[in-house]
């Protein structure tokens, strides 16, 4: 990446640029948790039965698996910007679309064409934020996309709450139709939003990439500069090319950037969507009020907990913020799957430290892909990572109501801490350290290091 973008000073450019990026995160988190208080008139209305709820729950997540690594692949080969909107109107038509079904599969197939639309815009919106930051403030920006996320899973529960208030159950298609008026905010604030100048330069249209950086950041850059060494790493790379993933140089990262992801999201997806289910598990009373609200104060601390993260990243370091917080993330899960008879609003507390905790993986789930990978394949791995964690996140979105009646809460909570902890074993393992980096030199493939390599490094991590 040209030293003239790592080290320009941070503009109002950039903070438009990522208000405009957080679009697609804060619809997801608005598109994910707000089917969870739809199901509550939805399900009486409908007729709906445990499998049918599991699936509606699960519908957007399978699309968003297809998504990711289907348009991660497109938006190295096309462009970032081209479509940049056209998701955006996808996701509108389906939640306008939500407001007359009439049946489970109309609901189903709406859901997994929005999970497809909301999984195109991650690789496309992280790729050209990541492509256009200085270092200094990379990590704390590509973090706050994450903060979206959470934004937009409580404003989903604060505005089912009022819609259950103002319309009683059989408010549920207003509220999945709520979701288009979000996406016009975001349509407008997109207008104008700029191509990735690495892109651009690295697909021969280097004069356009130049008059870019200079409109932008008010800088003078040769083509040279933005387009860099072959592949960025010393070899060619083909633009959107999976194989490239899987090659020995890039293979260990590959499946660190999925596995982290996936071990993170799989229990927060399924405690999201059927947050009131678990804290009714719990003995936490039910009805409008608990179901709505309760499990929005959950989303809430998910969310504070990303602000230490943000610090921690920059000033320590990505590798021990991400080893922390997997190790403690298993602490409140196995002290609720040992103690499924807790008292509810000390299982609450414990769920909250859980959320709070999450933080360091959350901010991490788009730094990592986006600072380990090249230009040319850098939405490829950001749509790779998404659709793996996806996995994860709709068999557990499936499953947890399933094993809540099936097996109960306890062995539930503690097969998610066993999740977790294989996390916390991945990030020990493969973690590598990108802050203070360019985005170039982080991306540069390196050999994978030999056992006592890891070792050291992991102990050296890990010492107080």
Known sequence: MSA??????????????ALACSGGPLLDGFILSIVGVALIGMKPELGLSTAEVSLIGAAALIGMFVGGALFGMLTDRIGREVMYTADLLVIAAC???????????????????????????????TSLLAEWLPIKDRGRLLGKQIIAWYAGSVLAYGV???????????????????????????????????????????????????ELVRR??????????????????????????????????????????????????APLFAMLTFGPAILGSFGMPGGTVMDTLGTGVISLVFLLGCYPALRAIDRHGRRPTIIWSFALMIVPLVFLGLWP????????????????????????????????????????????????????????????????????????????????????LVSVRWAEETKGVGLRQSAQAVPSPRPAEAGARTAATLRP
């Open 4 to 17: 003239i973008i790592d080290h320009a000073p941070y503009t109002s450019f950039h903070r438009r640029l």
């Open 95 to 125: 939640s306008v679309g939500s407001f007359w079904v009439t049946d489970v599969w109309a609901i189903v197939a709406l859901r997994f064409v929005l999970g497809m639309a909301i999984a195109a815009d991650y690789p496309i919106a």
């Open 160 to 210: 089912g709450y009022l819609f259950l208030q103002l319309g009683g159950n059989g408010s549920w298609r207003w509220m999945l139709a709520s979701s288009a008026v979000l996406c016009a905010f975001f349509l407008v604030v997109r207008r104008g939003s700029p191509e990735s100048p690495l892109w651009l330069a690295q697909h021969g249209r280097e004069q356009e990439a130049v």
């Open 216 to 265: 932008h950041l008010g800088r003078e850059v040769t083509a040279e500069e933005l387009r860099g060494g072959p592949a960025e790493g010393g070899e060619r790379l083909d633009a959107g090319s999976m194989r490239v993933l899987f090659s020995p140089a890039y293979r260990r990262r590959t499946l660190f950037c999925g596995l982290f992801f996936l071990c993170q999201v």
């Open 341 to 424: 008879t807790a008292p509810a609003l000390l299982a609450l507390s414990a769920l909250c430290a859980y959320a709070f905790l999450c933080g360091g993986p959350n901010v991490l789930d788009w730094t990592y892909p986006n600072e380990l990978f090249p230009t040319s394949v850098r939405a490829t791995a950001v749509g790779f990572a998404t659709s793996v964690s996806r996995i994860g996140a709709a068999v557990g979105t499936y499953l947890l109501p399933i094993a809540l009646t099936g097996v109960g809460i306890g062995p539930t909570m503690l097969m998610a801490a066993a999740l977790t902890a294989v996390g916390l």
